[in-house]
Each structure stands twice: as structure tokens, then as C-alpha cells.
């Protein structure tokens, strides 16, 4: 598949480099988290058709930095269980207008949900041009050559990479995947409420989560 992706994704890193910064991020998350529990390197979503043959595919990784990690260890490791990146995503030519795409979007945003997770980051470069499929399929894109803004619970911008016209985009899986998200008391299902930044209530414990 990360071939495929990097044959239709401009800018894509080939195979080689990609299973490199894989192992690399699994070397950040051990320096972050040592022994706890943390997300996977790297999540690798595919979509067929009945006999098997591949759709498209998208690649979900935690949010890690290496400066990040040297200067505040603490922060590095609320992003990196908070945030996820869609490092791709795409749609073979001849499968594009059934859906497919936004239904992988969707799947990788609930994959961005174990371990604390809430937010799918994502950047199209401009070469890529599909900053309003995102803004079509739920994502809220952020202005042009402008990083992403603050949220809950990191409270902290993301800036933009300099020197890459683009634009980012980002998906609050809590949002998007309401009524699939268990409260770890009592096993009932979170309500979504949409303010203060957004926040889970557990209708049984009356409790918050991450408010």
C-alpha cells in the first residue's frame, strides 16, 4: 500500500523512507511513554472490493517531536496521545466518486480514538489540491499556509511547515464518532457536548471527560 500511496500522493516519501521513520517514531514513543500503554507507530487502513483488490488506503500515525520531547517531555507526551497525523490518504483513479475516500477519512478518525486520542491532523499540499474533499467529508480546514489552531486538552498551536505551500485540515474524531465512545467507569455510552471546546459526559456519571 505504501507504494500505491507513494505513486498517487505528490510529495509522498517512498517505502524505504516511510518503514525508516517508522522505526524512528517507535523509538520516540519508548523515549515518551518507556512501558505504558501508547498508540502504534504507524495504522494502516485499506479499503477492497469483494474480490479482494485494493480501493485505497489511508495511514494514520501518532503526533511526535523530537523537540517537543527535549524540551517538554510532558507536552510531548499529551500530543502524541491526543493528536494523530493522516500521513495518507488516497483513492485509486478509477474507484474516486463512490465514497470510498470519505469513508476512509472517517475510519481513520476512529482509529485516532485508543489510547486518549481525539484529533486527526492532516496537510494537502497544494500540488495535491484536495483541501475541499476534506472540507466536504467533516473536516474543518484551516486557512491557507496557516497551522493549526489550539485545542482541547494540548491548548497549543501547531505552526505551519515553511516552505510547503499548503493547507491543514483536522477532524475531531470525538465529533465525528459520538455514541461510539465508552465511559471507563461505568461502560455507558459518552454524549458529545458541543461547547467549551467540545467535551464527553457520561449521562450515568454525570462526569467529563477531558473537559
Known sequence: MQTVAAQLIIG?????MVAADDRRRAAQLRRIFGDDTHPEPSIIIGASDDRGM?????????????????????????????????????????????????ELLSEAAYWALPHGGRYLDGFVDDRNNSADFYRRSGATVVGHNTGLPARRPTN?????????????????????????????????????????????????CGTPEAK
Open 54 to 102: 485494493m480501493l485505497g488506503g489511508a495511514v494514520v500515525e501518532p503526533f511526535v517531536s523530537d523537540e517537543l520531547i527535549s524540551k517538554e517531555p510532558d507536552a510531548a507526551r499529551q500530543f502524541a496521545t491526543t493528536h494523530r497525523i493522516l500521513a495518507a490518504l488516497f483513492v485509486l483513479p478509477e474507484a474516486r466518486g463512490s465514497g470510498i475516500g470519505r
Open 12 to 16: 509522498y516519501a517512498p517505502p524505504h
Open 156 to 204: 497549543s498551536e501547531l505552526s505551519h511547515y515553511p516552505g510547503i505551500d499548503g493547507t491543514w485540515f483536522y477532524v475531531d474524531a470525538w465529533r465525528m464518532h459520538q455514541g461510539k465512545i465508552n465511559c471507563a467507569r461505568c461502560r455507558d455510552v459518552f454524549e458529545f457536548v458541543d461547547e467549551d471546546g467540545g467535551y464527553l459526559l457520561c449521562p450515568n
